[in-house]
T-cell receptor
């Protein structure tokens, strides 16, 4: 079974509007972390935001926020006031802390491509 | 602070040649990861090190691939002999261990490898 699922292969968003990128995960580990990365066309992987499984509040970093619904095992990324520079691939990833076999690995989803229209 | 540094940024080689990719992690980080990204398979973890010691190399595709970390500030990923199916972007990432699940991995710019 996929550990990280991103169901939206691609989406368009109008400049200045908000966009939500879906991410669902599968783990039996009670302690885990969820990460979002951005990969623009230039290719680098840029860390955006982190949510811990025990965090009571949703993480926020500037225009990025994470809609964390633990019972649903979802960690959706919300980008507010989209800018042209937000056009990129976005990856959701998970790190499991207690499962020994997981080690210190990050498991990535397949990504969602976002294109911001002017 | 300098981020993760990788070299070369682009490599074009012919099938059968040896390829060496290099990585300098962020100073003070104790974990180093090598990933490969392709359209077909997405991002795959190849191997990772903790304090220069390989911890998990289960993602290394085959014996043609090898990785070393002789010291805390340098790692190499070698492919010998290279094959066209090795064409991909290879990323190096590093992180600093904390006691929680929030160890953030910071990625280098990647090396785009093309094997003809």
């Amino acid at each position: 079974a996929q550990k990280i699922t991103q169901t939206q292969p691609g989406m368009f968003v109008q400049e200045k509007e908000a966009v939500t990128l879906d991410c669902t995960y599968d783990t039996s580990d009670p302690s885990y972390g969820l990460f979002w990365y951005k990969q623009p066309s230039s290719g680098e992987m840029i860390f955006l935001i982190y949510q811990g499984s025990y965090d009571q509040q949703n993480a926020t970093e500037g225009r990025y926020s994470l809609n964390f619904q633990k019972a649903r095992k979802s960690a959706n990324l919300v980008i507010s006031a989209s800018q042209l520079g937000d056009s990129a691939m976005y990856f959701c990833a998970m790190r499991e802390l207690m499962i020994k076999a997981a080690g210190n690995k990050l498991t990535f989803g397949g990504g969602t491509r976002v294109l911001v229209k002017p | 602070d300098a981020g993760v540094i990788q070299s070369p940024r682009h490599e074009v080689t012919e099938m059968g040649q040896e390829v060496t990719l290099r990585c300098k992690p962020i100073s003070g980080h104790d974990y180093l990861f090598w990933y490969r990204q392709t359209m077909m398979r997405g991002l795959e973890l190849l191997i990772y090190f903790n304090n220069n010691v390989p911890i998990d190399d289960s993602g290394m595709p085959e014996d043609r691939f090898s990785a070393k970390m002789p010291n805390a500030s340098f790692s190499t990923l070698k492919i010998q002999p290279s094959e066209p199916r090795d064409s991909a972007v290879y990323f190096c990432a590093s992180s600093l261990y904390t006691s929680g699940a929030g160890d953030t991995q910071y990625f280098g710019p990647g090396t785009r490898l093309t094997v003809l």
